[in-house]
């Protein structure tokens, strides 16, 4: 396992960025702007935080990591953000169990499902690889200080 290959696991398509990205702003959209209904007080405030933490959350998976200059850690950064922003959208799912209706309701859960597909599919995929291939390059590393 090369640093390349970490590398190149750990650096996803900006075509598909671009995607993320107008979905989470139509997102954060309907959730400031948008009619969405709740009976419980302060559920639309924590809606927006946790919208936002999710743009957050996802803009960091997507940052460059060549700043980085150990190929472990760009990897393990890849991971943490990864499992930073899986706990945003169970945190923004959670919330969004409080809303009871609206004129926006259906296009914000439908897109909120679609982000929540894209970590479940694409990323998670990639997750999985990426652990791998950091843990292959964990034993090589040690295989070989231990045969000196």
């Known amino acids: 396992m090369t640093g390349h290959e ?19 702003l139509r997102l954060m959209e309907i959730a400031v702007w948008g009619d ?4 419980a007080p302060g559920t639309a405030g924590k809606l927006r935080r946790r919208s936002l933490d999710l743009g957050e959350k996802w803009r960091s998976l997507f940052n460059d990591r060549a700043w980085i200059p150990q190929v472990r850690e760009r990897g393990k950064n890849f991971l943490g953000s990864a499992l930073s922003l899986r706990d945003s959208m169970g945190a923004l799912k959670k919330t969004a169990k409080e809303l ?8 914000f859960s439908a ?5 929540d ?17 950091l843990e292959r390059l964990n034993r090589d590393a040690s295989e070989d200080s231990g045969s000196g």
């Open 36 to 39: 969405l209904r709740c009976e």
């Open 6 to 24: 970490i590398d190149m696991l750990a650096e996803l398509d900006p075509l598909w960025a671009e995607h993320v990205r107008e979905k989470w």
């Open 111 to 115: 897109i909120l499902s679609e982000l």
């Open 100 to 107: 009871t209706g609206g004129g926006d309701y259906g296009e």
């Open 117 to 133: 597909e894209m970590m479940a599919g694409p990323l998670a995929r990639r997750e999985n690889e990426l652990a791998a291939a």
